[in-house]
């Protein structure tokens, strides 16, 4: 599978229901995260202590299409599920891989860990606050107040014990919320606490209203529970999937295409006839592969540090004027590079002097296809990339296999429904930040943006 559709499924998994905007709420959206279960399905589908090969999860078709309406996508990615077969194949596999992940860190007794307990009943109150919230709101709710009132939340909060629920879930945020380590104001409190407190109103009103019960909503609990504790399973996971060089040469030894020993072997010669002073500009024109700076002679203008890759940089800062390095390598391929000119400017940014350079490049790419959004990468790295994607997959097909989760891949993604409604504002509980990849539970920190620069540019802007 593509790099591109598993990014789509990874980020599909993770839409969390708790997450809409806040339109019905005038208040800032907070994210919250993790998402768990406090046994959202029928005990049929959870293994027993004795028997822990036992069939733990059998999704239906139908289930399938709960989930899909209960994770709130939005209507394009609605439609790429509903019109592309291997789409729902892959997010299919994605929640068996998730399910069985997270019943393995049962096992391992994750679960029964304070924090992670505290984690997993935030969420699975989230997530019964969300879809009261969401009832309400189809029913013609416009606002907070319809559903919980301020006199409701400040009851709540005078209860005994609330207080002491409330600086449990305040310090569960402060390391794990999206602002984390960051300084919570006396403001931010007061606002956090309101928020929560509407959830937990809004938890038990849905409770009390059945909420609970519906398949829906203990589908998604079973959802977001299932990738918190894949979520701590990882870290256990993750040096399993590690490839070693062994195995990397090993894969590009089976894959020639991703040797790059005929671009350097053309990079070199292309370096020859530079130091046997033939004209760069002309050199550059003829063979370099960055179509950004191809047609000017390889000139890429000037550029401060922080601007291009680092071996890019740090070879174009090290020459005189005039002057030209050896080969260069870099993700996108072997470099010859020229400097040109040097001088000083202020900085954009923080107004203080700064070198600047403007060079140019001839740039022999390596000939293997980039992976549409994601960074560009050496055929190495591909390479090892692809082994430890091989490894993932194995290592999590065995915990399916163990567990015997059963997720159908065949089930019906509608299409022609109302966009779901908005949701107040609610607090973030979990450790796993919003972004967590439950395609590789491992990984769950693992972000990709997309590059907005052509494959073969060296200009990118570093994390």
Known sequence: MS?????????????????????????RRTQPRRTPPQRPATPAQRPSATAPQQQSIKLTAEDMALIVDGLGFPPQLRAQLAGDESERKAFAKDIQQMLATAEEARAAGIAAQPAIQLQLELSRSFVIAQSYFRRRQEAGAKSMEEIVTKAEAEAFLKEPGQDKQFEAFLE???????????????????????????????????????????????????????????????????????????????????????????????????????????????????????????????????????????????????????????????????????LDERRTQPSSASGQPAEQVRARHILIGYGTPRTPGGPPQSPREQARTAVENEKRDRILDELVKRRNVIVPEDFVVETTIVAPPTTPSQPAAGSAPTGAKPRTPAANNSTRPASTRPATRPRTKRP
């Open 172 to 338: 569960d945020y402060k390391q794990n919320g999206p602002g984390r380590s960051a300084l919570v104001t006396p403001e931010r409190r007061t606002e956090l606490q309101q928020q929560w407190a509407n959830v937990m109103v809004g938890k038990r009103k849905g409770i009390a209203a059945g909420v609970d019960k519906e398949r829906r909503t203990q589908l998604v609990v079973l959802l977001q529970q299932s990738r918190l504790l894949a979520g701590e399973y990882s870290k256990q996971l993750a040096p399993r999937f590690k490839a070693t060089d062994a195995e990397v040469d090993a894969y590009v030894a089976k894959h020639p295409e991703l040797d790059p020993k005929e671009s350097r072997t053309k990079a070199e010669a292309v370096l020859r006839r530079v130091r046997a002073g033939e004209d760069f500009s002309a050199l550059a024109q003829e063979f370099s592969t960055d179509p950004g700076s191809k047609a000017q002679g390889g000139d890429l203008g000037w550029f401060g540090r922080g601007m291009m890759v680092k071996s890019f940089e740090e070879a174009a800062f090290a020459l005189k004027p005039g002057e030209v390095s050896g080969l260069v390598e870099s993700p996108f391929g072997y470099h010859i590079i020229k």
């Open 3 to 27: 790099s591109q559709k598993r990014f789509f499924v990874a980020v599909a998994a993770l839409v969390v229901a708790l997450l809409p905007a806040t339109e019905i709420a005038a208040q």
